[in-house]
């Protein structure tokens, strides 16, 4: 009986030590690696979920947020001119209500026509899309080609003539200093 009871203790012991060198070391060692969590996606990502163009925004968005209900705020470095087919002006700070197809309650965005700035009130594509989107200006609706909102653009912090110089250079008076020349001569 107590060859049977030694025998009993001894494979009692042998199953607890192979139990023991079989349990990982520490709990961390049960649980494979973490994967590494994704990037969140881009204000220039969600836009196309939304079967809005990404270029509808500029390069220089820092931060956005998008509630549940679609109200959104988008913010960028500072405020800013982007050349489409009209300029547009872009406040540091944007805001609207995002839905399928469409930006409403949009504040932040301004276009210019005729010297005159408008608020861009809303941005709407057709639906299933087309090489068409609106702006709604007031009571205006305008129809653009979507291309032109495909890409994402570059903000710059000035206003520009469409000769490529800057109004203020275009304002600002030369000194004709060949005239001057002649003129002492003569």
């Not at 301004?110 to 068409?132: A, M, N, Y």
């Not at 890409?151 to 206003?159: G, L, M, Q, Y």
Request: aromatic share 12%; glycine share 6%; proline share 8%.
């Amino acid at each position: 009986m107590a060859s049977n009871n030694l025998n009993s203790n001894l494979g009692l012991a042998l199953i607890s030590l192979f139990f023991l060198l079989s349990v990982p070391k520490s709990l961390s060692d049960l649980d494979p690696e973490p994967e590494p969590k994704p990037a969140p996606p881009t204000v220039w990502d969600i836009l196309p979920k939304y079967g809005l163009p990404s270029g509808l925004l500029p390069n220089t968005v820092t931060d956005y947020s998008l509630q549940e209900d679609g109200r959104f705020i988008v913010v960028l470095e500072s405020p800013c001119y982007v050349q489409f087919e009209y300029l547009v002006y872009y406040e540091k700070t944007i805001t609207g209500k995002l839905g399928y197809g469409s930006i409403t309650d949009l504040k932040g965005i301004q276009v210019q026509r005729f010297f005159l700035w408008f608020d861009v009130d809303e941005i709407k594509v057709d639906l299933p899309p087309s090489d068409s989107i609106y702006f709604q200006v007031g009571f205006i609706n305008k129809k653009l080609d979507v291309d032109q909102f495909k890409t994402i653009h570059s903000c710059r912090d000035e206003v520009r003539g469409s000769c490529g110089y800057s109004w203020k250079s275009v304002l600002q008076l030369t000194t004709p200093t060949n005239e001057i020349q002649m003129l002492i001569t003569e």
